[in-house]
């Protein structure tokens, strides 16, 4: 296997922020990792686990062994008269292993086109959007540990998943190298178009009889109409979370500002919609040198051409207290700060 040192991270992060790692290697085979790993050379240094790289922003150098992760290969495993389970390895790339699952005519994931990205990263964050989450057809995963080798299977409880959370983003944190997501998928459909800006653009395009397919395009056309594209523009999506409140707060904060944008959890908390947070303290658009807030959605830090990490890293830190400031809410980063 080829070792890099010193080799620039530029194209490997959608920001496109130039930083090197010390150590850098493709990983294309299951052998290949435990050779790595077991390297005496490099045990004592830190892993950075790479998919697509558009969940991240570097802040300095990477002083650790980066494994830029492409493993390959989408195979059906087991099949009944409802449900298949489809194992992917995790350095297939998200967008074509949904769009493989819609020929196939296997649904749950339609919502989720178009999220850039491996397939490897997609339980990290419980990638979620258009109210689907990768939870709702998750199976397993398998994984192998970065200091020992030892592999290891985690099924959807032992995940811990969350609103954008799971225990690789927690207490597992840069510990185990995700190597293959099964998930468990439909033949027979049920479709999720509760999600307004779905049924909205439904009508757009004149769709009268639903399908995998046609869901996935009003999805596409609405992310091709308000998201920047990575290759266009540096930018990671969403840089923050919606933060979740108490009623009360939600209360206390709706007397006060009566067009507050929230949807109800349960009997007891609200989701906030940060983006319209951040678009009511004056930042929508906003611009320090090369970084900003996407004109067009709030929640999207942007590079415009040259930024370098901490000049976006400031200027969300900028943003959390401007929030802080006006509504009393912290906003929390999604993004994975190195
Ligand atoms: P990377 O950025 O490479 O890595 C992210 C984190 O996961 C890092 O901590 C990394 O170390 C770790 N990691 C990566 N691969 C592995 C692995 N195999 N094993 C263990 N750890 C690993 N996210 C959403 O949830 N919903 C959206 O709708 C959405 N839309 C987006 C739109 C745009 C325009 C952009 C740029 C991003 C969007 N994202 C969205 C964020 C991002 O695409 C997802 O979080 C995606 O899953 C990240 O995948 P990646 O391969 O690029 O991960
Ligand atoms: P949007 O439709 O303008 O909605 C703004 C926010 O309100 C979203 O964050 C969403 O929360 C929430 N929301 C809207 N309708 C809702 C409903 N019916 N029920 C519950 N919550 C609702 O958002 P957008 O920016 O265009 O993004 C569309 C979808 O893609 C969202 O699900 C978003 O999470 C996802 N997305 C994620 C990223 C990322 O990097 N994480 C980037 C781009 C888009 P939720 O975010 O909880 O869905």
Known sequence: MTILYNTSLKSYNTFGIDVSAKYFATIDTLISIQEIIRTKEYQSNERLILGGGSNILFT???DALVLKNNLKGIELIHENEDTVLVKCAAGEVWHQFVMWCIDKNYGGLENLSLIPGCVGASPMQNIGAYGVEIKDTFY????IHTSTGETRTFNKFECEFGYR????????KNQYLITSVTFQLLKKQHYNI?????????????????????ISQAVINIRNSKLPNPNEIGNAGSFFKNPEVSQKIYETLKTNFSNIVAYPLDNSNYKLAAGWLIEQCGLKGFRKGEAGVHQKQALVLVNYGSATGNEIYDLSSYILESVKLKFGVDLEREVNIF
């Open 140 to 143: 397993e995963l398998e994984a």
């Open 165 to 172: 959370e799971s225990i690789f983003k927690r207490k597992l």
């Open 60 to 62: 300095k150098n990477v």
């Open 194 to 214: 509760e999600y307004g800006a779905i049924k909205q653009e439904l009508d757009v395009m004149n769709v009268s009889e639903l399908s995998l397919k046609t």
